[in-house]
């Protein structure tokens, strides 16, 4: 799979880490950035990510700020995307399952760098069950705020 | 604090929990439902609680699915709502701290009762810590895609 990757400054370890698990899987990675490790503010880095996602460019996308909740935050800004902001394998397998999510946002200072990666391999081997689940999905792709 | 509750089906024991956890605590609890345990689409109740939020009718909101990720998805497509999607009491005090969310998301098929409420104290108490974080967070409130 094509898969876009980013973050902000506190998880730029992380990215590093969780980017060189997805190329040894096989998948096509997309840095995103940052390619440092400088203050930078995590909405840019979500919004890069949610446009690769809305424009098609890649199927899956990782973002991974401090806690995961800034960035989960910016990436469901848009409609194209559904960002699941996890801390466990179980929860990455109901993203998929239950609400068909194209983004796992994780956070760098809250999770161990092998629970990520567990995470990562729950999210991308699982798949979205359909049926009751489907005109949930279809509400988030469409808000009627 | 003026404070809403929403949920699904799937989280309807523990929002009738966290709503008499609130009052006790001397808050103004708005409950917009469900108000039976038959099923629902998560997203109406996200977008509801998000409307509450947008329109200065509520302070804060509490969000709450299966999971969790379904409902935290349908707020955060309001770009007046910062919802947090939370199974520790840490990430709830950061959430206020760093990101000044509005909307504390919760999983009730993944996290106990106690704990939900200790993560619903703490980011009920915790305040934001403003600084560096503030452009970052007026970058979430207008989305530039």
Redesign the interface.
């Known amino acids: 799979m094509r898969i876009a990757i980013a973050s902000d400054h506190a998880a730029f370890a992380l990215k590093a880490e969780l980017a060189e698990a997805l190329a040894e899987w096989g998948h096509d990675v997309v840095d995103l950035g940052p390619f440092s490790d400088a203050?930078v503010?995590?909405?840019?880095f979500g919004?890069t990510l949610?446009?690769a996602i809305?424009t098609g460019d890649v199927e899956r996308g990782v973002a991974l700020c401090?806690?995961g909740?800034?960035i989960?935050?910016?990436v469901?800004?848009?409609?194209a995307c559904?960002?699941?902001?996890?801390?466990?394998p179980?929860?990455a397998t109901?993203?998929r399952e239950?609400?068909d999510?194209n983004v796992i946002a994780m956070?760098a200072?809250?999770i161990g760098v092998d629970q990520a990666k567990a995470c990562l391999e729950a999210f991308l081997t699982a798949t979205f069950a359909g049926g009751?689940h489907e005109?949930?999905v279809a509400?988030?792709s469409h808000?009627?705020?």
């Open positions: 203050r503010d995590y909405p840019d919004y949610a446009r809305a401090g806690s909740i800034g989960s935050i910016a469901n800004r848009d409609a559904r960002a699941a902001l996890v801390s466990d179980y929860s109901l993203a239950h609400n999510a956070g200072r809250l009751r005109g949930r509400k988030l808000p009627t705020l």
